[in-house]
């Protein structure tokens, strides 16, 4: 019983996720038509959970901006994106909130509503831009193709749940 209660309250609280990857390039399509594009930089895929707000936009954000996965003069992944003069290519990414514990159809009743998402999904990239950070994006709700070169390959998972464990 101790554990489940753990558990569910684990589960209950908020966080927002990503997964980023470092890119050579990457680009978004809608209906065949480029929307957002980005030479050197992160491919982010962000999803919002419900009752996700400004402060785990902003953690993220700042997070993301700062972490340091570009190589240095020595080879060493010592930069950032910014250190770097890299850019940004983020989409929304409700998916990232996939229930797949019961049966083999994907459940997403912790994602959150697409009104809120999208207003938590552009303070993201706001906060991004007022980092100095160039930001693309794609169409929120659209159908989308995203196609990148994955450099490296260099691919992380972020969630602000790692940041409020420190």
């Given at each position: 019983?101790?554990?489940?209660?753990a558990?569910?309250?684990?589960?209950?609280?908020?966080?927002?996720?990503a997964?980023?990857?470092?890119?050579?390039?990457?680009?978004?399509?809608?209906?065949?038509?480029i929307?957002?594009?980005?030479?050197?930089?992160?491919?982010?895929?962000?999803?919002?959970?419900?009752g996700?707000?400004?402060?785990?936009?902003?953690?993220?954000?700042?997070?993301?901006?700062?972490?340091?996965?570009?190589?240095?003069a020595?080879?060493?992944m010592?930069?950032s994106?910014?250190?770097?003069?890299?850019?940004?290519?983020?989409?929304?990414?409700?998916?990232l909130?996939?229930?797949?514990?019961?049966?083999?159809?994907?459940?997403?009743?912790?994602?959150?509503?697409?009104?809120v998402?999208?207003?938590?999904?552009?303070?993201?990239c706001?906060?991004?831009?007022?980092r100095?950070i160039?930001?693309?994006?794609?169409v929120?709700?659209?159908?989308?193709?995203?196609?990148s070169?994955?450099?490296?390959?260099?691919?992380i998972?972020?969630?602000?749940?790692?940041?409020?464990?420190?």
């Amino acid at each position: 019983m101790v554990k489940y209660l753990a558990r569910s309250l684990y589960q209950s609280k908020k966080y927002m996720r990503a997964l980023i990857q470092r890119v050579k390039w990457a680009k978004v399509l809608v209906e065949h038509t480029i929307v957002g594009e980005i030479k050197h930089g992160l491919l982010i895929l962000l999803g919002i959970k419900k009752g996700d707000s400004e402060s785990e936009t902003t953690a993220l954000a700042k997070k993301i901006s700062e972490i340091r996965i570009f190589a240095d003069a020595n080879d060493l992944m010592n930069l950032s994106v910014f250190d770097v003069g890299g850019s940004c290519l983020v989409v929304s990414q409700f998916t990232l909130y996939a229930d797949t514990k019961r049966g083999r159809r994907p459940f997403f009743k912790e994602a959150e509503m697409p009104n809120v998402a999208s207003q938590l999904c552009e303070q993201f990239c706001e906060t991004l831009r007022a980092r100095g950070i160039y930001v693309a994006t794609g169409v929120f709700g659209a159908m989308m193709q995203v196609e990148s070169c994955n450099d490296g390959p260099v691919t992380i998972w972020l969630d602000t749940a790692e940041n409020k464990k420190k």
